[in-house]
């Protein structure tokens, strides 16, 4: 039964997630801003929502290594298997904004994960821990990206044309119903992902950290997955990305801000580690998307197989 209740909740995870952002997509295209912002914006926040949710509701159930390990699990998979496996399906056009700015914010925003958790090694103290403090400084830094993606809309909503000349125009009540449809199925399907994990967590002897790294993570990315390759092969390669960098930057900002606000979340001395592997795909991904500002075939399968390497890692090791 608790793997059937582990599929359900996947299956309303996925299905979640493409109606809100079938839904917020159209209510995007009535207000006119550009597909790299809709990426970074209402995709990359409708795609995060299911680690949002599985990450905030495993906080208020205490299974606190599975928050943590979700979301570093999730951002090296969107980083390496995401953007892997969508760019050797189509390359992938990196616009120089995206290089820019939004690529190395993610990076920050790792760099201040990794910080804010190394409390033995800078302060001395007991245990490392992410505390209702560390909380709010994700939540302000949260703040500063979401000002600059607010502007970057409105600068880029009053360059585009207005000669869309479609006469299929979308609906704003469809769609708004379609959004609220989406997040309703997200938030009980990750009520459900975070009961059943966590059973068989225990029943197999996995430590919570390897569930979060693993089965909660893939099942939580796999929203970004479908999204990003069904953006790169309608050409929507903007989109595609901005939807990956924005998951990421949305994923240790927000949900590791609310859900160290809802309760300090400790951390197993394993996730640095995984952390520093999260840093180092950020650096790969900004070396990769400086050439050619594309990344190509080749460049996407050596992320996919890294991932797969550093699966079996991760197994090996817990």
């Known amino acids: 039964m608790v793997y059937l209740l582990l599929l359900l909740g996947f299956i309303l995870l996925i299905k979640g997630a493409d109606y809100f952002v ?6 995007a295209t009535l207000l006119r801003v550009s597909p790299l912002l809709v990426g970074l914006t209402i995709v990359a926040f409708g795609s995060g929502a299911p680690e949002a949710t599985v990450s905030i509701i495993a906080a208020l159930e205490g299974s606190t290594d599975v928050t943590v390990g979700n979301v570093v699990g999730s951002n090296i998979i969107n980083t390496a298997l995401v953007v892997g496996v969508t760019a050797v399906i189509f390359p992938l056009k990196v616009e120089s904004a995206t290089i820019r700015k939004e690529i190395p914010l993610a990076f920050l925003a790792s760099i201040a994960l990794l910080v804010l958790i190394s409390d033995q090694f800078l302060q001395n103290a007991p245990e490392n821990m992410i505390t209702r403090s560390d909380g709010i400084i994700f939540l302000l830094f949260f703040s500063i990206f979401l000002y600059y993606v607010i502007e970057a809309a409105r600068n880029s909503r009053e360059t585009l044309t207005e000669d869309n000349g479609d006469t299929q125009k979308p609906t704003w009540g469809k769609n708004i119903l379609l959004a609220i449809a989406g997040l309703a199925a997200i938030i009980i399907g990750g009520y459900l992902v975070v009961e059943s994990s966590t059973e068989i967590a225990i029943r197999f002897g996995m430590s919570e950290t390897l569930v979060g790294l693993t089965i909660v993570a893939i099942g939580s990315s796999l929203p970004e997955l479908a999204i990003s390759i069904s953006a790169a092969l309608k050409k929507q390669s903007q989109m595609a990305l901005g939807n990956i960098v924005g998951s990421s930057i949305f994923n240790i900002l927000f949900v590791l801000g609310v859900a160290s606000i809802i309760t300090p979340l ?22 990769y998307s ?9 460049e996407g399968l050596i992320l996919s197989l890294v991932y797969i390497i550093y699966l079996v890692l991760i197994i090996i090791r817990n």
Do not use: Q
């Open 22 to 27: 079938d839904g917020s997509s159209a209510i």
């Open 266 to 287: 400790p951390v197993d001395p394993k996730i640095f580690f995984d952390v520093n592997v999260m840093i180092i795909l950020t650096v790969v991904l900004f070396i």
């Open 290 to 298: 400086r050439t050619e500002y594309t990344i190509g075939k080749l």
